[in-house]
């Protein structure tokens, strides 16, 4: 069975920083674009980073730009997201995605083509 278990969410002051982690279990994602999104209270989810296998190709919502910093580690299946100069605005439940088609550009675009979610992570930021 796959699993993508997030960890690192908190509460944080405005301006404070996080670091999100996802760690997988029950299959390789060799191949895989890797992701981000959030889901804010009352909201849609929203794609937020992705990361490509394929030379590490990265693609970030204009929100997040220059904030923000995904990475994934390989060798041990894991992705990352830093999150600094947070804003109140982003606080959201934070979901690890992954999808077969490695395309991140695709993914920011076709949510619905994830093949596998976590179950989110809260990050609050406080004014």
């Known amino acids: 069975q796959v699993h993508l278990v997030e960890s690192g969410g908190g509460l944080v002051q405005a301006g404070g920083s996080l670091r999100l982690s996802c760690a997988t279990s029950?299959?390789?994602?060799?191949?895989?674009?890797m992701g981000w999104s959030r889901q804010a209270p009352g909201k849609e989810r929203e794609f937020v980073a992705g990361?490509?296998?394929?030379?590490?190709?990265?693609h970030y919502a204009d929100f997040v730009k220059g904030r923000f910093t995904i990475s994934r580690d390989n060798a041990k299946n894991t992705l990352s997201l830093q999150l600094n100069s947070l804003k109140p605005e982003d606080t959201a439940v934070y979901y690890c995605a992954a999808q077969a088609y490695d395309d991140v550009q695709f993914m920011a675009v076709n949510q619905d083509r994830v093949d596998y979610w976590g179950r989110g992570t809260q990050v609050t930021v406080s004014s």
């Open positions: 990361i490509q296998w394929e030379g590490g190709v990265t």
């Open positions: 029950g299959r390789t994602f060799r191949g895989y674009a």
